[in-house]
């Protein structure tokens, strides 16, 4: 048996697993403390949304797979709302119930499975303004269901803990996203991409539209904010971003051959972002790095890793990336840092090209 501890985060105080690393306290409700940061994004996205777009009307807020309560519990202090959270681990329950109790709290603690939750929403005609999904693994049994309970104009925010986006298990990825990954030094990016295609689709098929508010891959995972609109005009307009990208891998010296299909539209709702920022300048929160670099990184498909390509190239010594940029910029092309790789550029010319900066 493993005892507990308080936390504090955010404006709440819960009580997580006393355990050397999280995984350790799965059985007892699940709390990462590393994911502080995507906790404080989601808080501030959720804020702004909530100002932006139901100033005058009460949110409804479904922490889908709550663990220890910790995002539907900031939720409720911070935003405020009808907060619903959820999870299927009895353990977990009793620990969420606990924590709503510490920070004196009036939210509705659920322990069902996910979907037929959803479903029991929907069936007495209560949907969701927000419906957070952040389950262990893999979110894509669950999405048809999360379209179908949201809203119409409703904020959605989706995570996935799977390599086979990255590239790791190609057959894999299509059987549970309908596309082949490969391999790449862009593999965060491909894999929000191939990530948010899927999400697109599953939402169209419901006659919603789904359009992205911020995407980005960091440790171990990828996470997608987006906001699904119900017209079959805006879904067709989002359909027709995605392409083959046989040809852009061109650019890259890649050959993956023709038949990968994805959306190549734009990850960020950049105005949207700058009053996350603010949102997040205001709470000291480190996902304002995040937020930022979201609103300045090109829309250009895919980046090149500096890094990867010296080593790849032999090169020992290269040029800082801000230089890189400024010279990039100097010759006439476009060029921004990117949210998915610290050693990454965003850029509208070939690997020739940088390539040859690196060399001189």
Same mark, same amino acid.
């Given at each position: 048996?493993?005892?507990?501890?308080? $936390?504090?985060?955010?404006?709440?105080?819960?009580?997580?697993?006393?355990?050397?690393?999280?995984?350790?306290?799965?059985?007892?409700?699940?709390?990462?403390p590393r994911m502080k940061m995507d906790r404080d994004i989601s808080v501030a996205i959720l804020s702004v949304f909530k100002d932006k777009f139901r100033k005058s009307s009460e949110i409804s807020i479904c922490d889908l797979m709550g663990g220890t309560g910790i995002r539907g519990i900031r939720y409720k202090k911070e935003v405020g709302g009808n907060v619903v959270i959820n999870d299927i681990n009895k353990n977990s329950v009793e620990l969420i119930k606990k924590n709503v109790l510490l920070n004196?709290?009036?939210?509705?603690?659920?322990?069902?499975?996910?979907?037929?939750?959803?479903? *029991?929403?929907?069936?007495?005609?209560?949907?969701?303004?927000?419906?957070? !999904?952040?389950? @262990?693994?893999?979110?894509?049994? +669950?999405?048809?269901?999360?379209? /179908? %309970?949201?809203?119409?104009?409703?904020?959605?925010?989706?995570?996935?803990?799977?390599?086979?986006?990255?590239?790791?298990?190609?057959?894999? %990825?299509?059987?549970?996203?309908?596309?082949?990954?490969? *391999?790449?030094?862009?593999?965060?990016?491909?894999?929000?991409?191939?990530?948010?295609?899927?999400?697109?689709?599953?939402?169209?098929? +419901?006659? *919603?539209?789904?359009?992205?508010? !911020?995407?980005?891959?960091?440790?171990?995972?990828?996470?997608?904010?987006?906001?699904?609109?119900?017209?079959?005009?805006? %879904?067709?307009?989002?359909?027709?971003? @995605? *392409?083959? /990208?046989?040809?852009?891998?061109?650019?890259?010296?890649?050959? #993956?051959?023709?038949?990968?299909?994805?959306?190549?539209?734009?990850?960020?709702?950049?105005? +949207?972002?700058?009053? $996350?920022?603010?949102?997040?300048?205001?709470?000291?929160?480190?996902?304002?790095?995040?937020?930022?670099?979201?609103?300045?990184?090109?829309?250009?498909?895919?980046?090149?890793?500096?890094?990867?390509?010296?080593?790849?190239?032999?090169?020992?010594?290269?040029?800082? !990336?801000?230089?890189?940029?400024?010279?990039? !910029?100097?010759?006439?092309?476009?060029?921004?840092?990117?949210?998915? %790789?610290?050693?990454?550029?965003?850029?509208?010319?070939?690997?020739? $090209?940088?390539?040859? #900066?690196?060399?001189?």
């Amino acid at each position: 048996m493993i005892g507990f501890k308080k $936390v504090k985060e955010g404006l709440v105080e819960i009580f997580a697993p006393d355990v050397k690393i999280p995984e350790e306290g799965k059985k007892y409700g699940f709390y990462n403390p590393r994911m502080k940061m995507d906790r404080d994004i989601s808080v501030a996205i959720l804020s702004v949304f909530k100002d932006k777009f139901r100033k005058s009307s009460e949110i409804s807020i479904c922490d889908l797979m709550g663990g220890t309560g910790i995002r539907g519990i900031r939720y409720k202090k911070e935003v405020g709302g009808n907060v619903v959270i959820n999870d299927i681990n009895k353990n977990s329950v009793e620990l969420i119930k606990k924590n709503v109790l510490l920070n004196s709290l009036d939210i509705k603690v659920e322990s069902e499975e996910a979907r037929f939750l959803l479903h *029991k929403y929907r069936s007495s005609k209560n949907l969701f303004d927000f419906i957070d !999904l952040d389950p @262990f693994g893999s979110p894509a049994t +669950f999405i048809d269901s999360v379209a /179908i %309970c949201l809203k119409d104009f409703s904020l959605v925010g989706v995570t996935a803990t799977d390599t086979s986006l990255f590239g790791l298990y190609p057959k894999t %990825c299509l059987r549970k996203y309908g596309v082949i990954s490969f *391999k790449s030094p862009f593999y965060r990016e491909l894999g929000t991409r191939i990530l948010l295609s899927f999400l697109i689709r599953e939402f169209a098929r +419901f006659g *919603k539209a789904l359009q992205p508010i !911020l995407s980005y891959s960091i440790l171990h995972y990828i996470r997608i904010y987006a906001i699904s609109k119900n017209s079959i005009e805006e %879904c067709n307009k989002v359909l027709d971003k @995605f *392409k083959d /990208i046989s040809e852009d891998m061109k650019r890259f010296r890649l050959n #993956i051959g023709k038949g990968i299909n994805i959306y190549c539209g734009e990850l960020h709702n950049k105005n +949207f972002l700058l009053d $996350v920022s603010e949102r997040l300048k205001e709470m000291g929160s480190e996902g304002i790095k995040i937020t930022n670099l979201a609103s300045t990184e090109l829309d250009n498909l895919f980046y090149f890793d500096i890094a990867w390509e010296a080593k790849k190239n032999k090169i020992r010594k290269m040029p800082s !990336l801000n230089k890189i940029i400024e010279i990039l !910029l100097d010759k006439g092309y476009d060029a921004s840092r990117t949210i998915f %790789c610290s050693t990454g550029i965003k850029t509208s010319a070939d690997i020739e $090209v940088i390539q040859e #900066i690196l060399k001189d």
